[in-house]
């Protein structure tokens, strides 16, 4: 039969025969080749499939950055089981419904504490299949190690082969605005999504080591993973985010890329000191993106690191990428087109985007703010057992509606306003809270900040500054009015500052501006 489409399988496995030797993935002093990958791969398959776990079945995997995410990725494609990454931060109760929904069958984790509160709602759910992977962690009960798992299971091949269209993962989104939503990918929109990413210049080298420090059950850290792994690169795998770590794993392992949310680049920026000290010379380039990013932390980072930087604009709904700004934009924006970096960049190698009416779903003019909307291979199939939840948000010409307002310019450059459901309409105009954020970033006296709205009986919405100050700053309402004055128009000024040590934040770096409405209402 004529194959009809390409599967990120074929890809990892072309690397495994013709680089088996070649390191595929790093972890402090652990270290596995890319035919150690697969061998370990194939025995966990097998020890999967002894459990009663087959095709479509879900295996959820709830740890921090490990080695065995790969593994059991890579397990579940050998077997046609759908991966399922679980977020650690999570409390027993969202657990519970991940896990129900998902209808999962098996889960890997590690820690004791994990352990409990899987322990507190398993009986509530379909689990049956229960495997510790932290050394010398085998809870009584249920509960077996990794090792105690696969011993005795075989490394021949097993007989399943993906197709195009079977599942490759069930990732969960973020769920600020309600219950999370599982979001599949297959492996020809997985497949296609590593091509339109390889195609973003300037590209990185078969055997150059990419740095995985995000969260890997988020879409952008996975994905980015999955990339590299097919480009026959090394995965580096640092357990959580620490600014130090990271700087100094950049260095030592010679990391020539990276994917990092702003959040990141702040800290980085805030808490290592003499960043300028460092070798930065291995470092081709630094990929951002997940929430937005202040102009000011972007032109920092740059000086910093001396490297190419790309933004990424996309979301789990479309494998973590629908548009680009390239090296070639930001190097642009520091010579005479600063306006650039305020754009999330062009459509993507295979991407449509255009802009519509949030109401009508007609398309606007040029220029015009709207909601944002994709289209791409690489869109995800649906959302798990929600078809109505699908059908609001992907129309049946494959068009994707992110939520996000923006507008596209005569250049094809997107430019990202804000989430609509954050827009804040004071007095009858539209504030996006962005615009406001990137004006009070500039300010040397604020470290972070958050706009936000607030019920007003005058104008309907207030407009409201969350900010966090830098050391030793004192917070001046009235300084800080004056200071946008010079920067923005007068119905866009916060009137209202507030002051607090953190902003609430999701591990994806993504603001929960519910919680600060909520807090200050």
């Not at 370990?40 to 479509?56: M, S």
């Not at 985007?353 to 398309?363: C, G, M, P, Y």
Request: proline share 5%; glycine share 8%.
């Amino acid at each position: 039969m004529r194959k009809s489409a390409i599967t990120t399988f074929e890809m990892l496995d072309y690397f495994v025969r013709i680089g088996g030797e070649k390191t595929a993935l790093k972890q402090d002093d652990r270290e596995l080749s890319y035919a150690e990958w697969n061998h370990q791969a194939t025995r966990v398959a097998n020890a999967l499939a002894n459990a009663g776990i087959g095709a479509g079945d879900r295996v959820a995997v709830l740890t921090f950055n490990r080695i065995e995410q790969f593994v059991i990725l890579f397990a579940s494609m050998k077997l046609g089981a759908v991966y399922v990454p679980v977020n650690y931060r999570l409390a027993a109760g969202e657990f519970k419904y991940i896990l129900n929904q998902s209808e999962a069958k098996a889960i890997f984790i590690e820690s004791d504490d994990l352990c409990d509160k899987i322990d507190s709602i398993a009986s509530e759910t379909s689990l049956t299949t229960f495997v510790r992977l932290d050394v010398g962690g085998n809870k009584a009960g249920h509960w077996q190690s990794f090792d105690a798992f696969t011993t005795g299971a075989t490394v021949l091949p097993l007989e399943f082969e993906p197709s195009p269209e079977t599942p490759v993962y069930q990732m969960y989104t973020s769920g600020t605005t309600g219950f999370p939503k599982g979001v599949i990918v297959t492996q020809q929109q997985s497949a296609a999504f590593v091509v339109h990413s390889l195609w973003i210049p300037p590209r990185v080298d078969a055997g150059k080591p990419h740095l995985a420090v995000a969260p890997i059950f988020h879409a952008g850290a996975l994905c980015s993973g999955i990339m590299a792994l097919c480009a026959g690169r090394p995965v580096v795998i640092l357990k959580d985010f620490n600014p130090q770590l990271v700087v100094d794993t950049l260095v030592k392992e010679k990391i020539a890329d990276v994917m990092m949310v702003p959040a990141m680049l702040h800290a980085i920026l805030q808490y290592v000191p003499n960043l300028d000290q460092y070798d930065f010379s291995h470092l081709e380039k630094i990929i951002y993106g997940a929430s937005p990013i202040t102009v000011d932390v972007l032109e920092r980072s740059m000086k910093a690191f001396g490297c190419h930087f790309q933004q990424g604009f996309g979301m789990t709904e479309t494998v973590a990428s629908a548009t680009a700004l390239t090296a070639d934009d930001h190097i642009k924006a520091v010579n005479g087109r600063p306006e650039l970096l305020r754009s999330c960049g062009r459509a993507g190698l295979f991407v449509d985007v255009k802009i519509v009416d949030t109401l009508s779903r007609v398309e606007l003019p040029q220029g015009e703010i709207g909601e944002i909307v994709v289209r791409a291979p690489h869109v995800m199939e649906g959302y798990s057992r929600q078809p109505d939840k699908t059908a609001e948000v992907l129309d049946d010409d494959g068009w994707y509606y992110s939520g996000d307002g923006g507008y596209i310019d005569a250049e094809g450059y997107v430019f990202i306003k804000d989430r609509i459901k954050d827009m804040i309409v004071s007095g009858g105009e539209n504030v996006y809270p962005a615009e406001v954020e990137n004006v009070l970033m500039s300010h040397p006296d604020i470290n972070d900040v958050a706009v936000i709205g607030l019920p007003d009986e005058k104008f309907g919405e207030a407009v409201v500054a969350v900010c966090v100050m830098s050391a030793g700053a004192e917070l001046n309402a009235k300084a800080m009015i004056e200071y946008c004055r010079e920067h923005i128009a007068g119905y866009k000024i916060p009137r209202r500052y507030e002051c607090v040590d953190v902003l609430p934040r999701n591990p994806s770096g993504k603001l929960l501006k519910k919680e600060l409405r909520e807090q200050f209402a």
